[in-house]
Nanobody
């Protein structure tokens, strides 16, 4: 069984930075991509950022572009999310996700159903 474990969440003031980490453990896990999603209270889970290992291509939601940076180590199945200039609207539970299937021409990398493994989430709270 593959497990994804997030860490690095917390309570910060607006304008601050946080770095989230996600590491995979369990049976051998070869991913084609890893990403971050978030879910605020009363809202649906939404895409934040993703990285495709083969090409190094990164994807971002418009709401975080220029403030958040995704990076990672494919060999270690570890992914990070550097979050700068945090806003109260960034408050949510942040989930790490991993895709074991290969990319195809139809892969968008921003949809929940494109990922096969999920972490339990880490809370990020940004106060104004």
């Amino acid at each position: 069984q593959v497990q994804l474990v997030e860490s690095g969440g917390g309570l910060v003031q607006a304008g601050s930075s946080l770095r989230l980490s996600c590491a995979a453990s369990g049976r051998t896990f070869s991913s084609s991509a890893m990403g971050w999603f978030r879910q605020a209270p009363g809202k649906e889970r939404e895409f934040v950022a993703a990285i495709r290992w083969h090409t190094g291509t990164t994807y971002y939601a418009d709401s975080v572009k220029g403030r958040f940076t995704i990076s990672g180590d494919n060999a270690k199945n570890t992914v990070y999310l550097q979050m700068n200039s945090l806003k109260p609207e960034d408050t949510a539970v942040y989930y790490c996700a991993g895709r074991s299937r290969k990319f195809t021409i139809a892969t968008f990398a921003r949809k929940i159903n494109e990922y096969d493994y999920w972490g339990q989430g880490t809370q990020v709270t940004v106060s104004s």
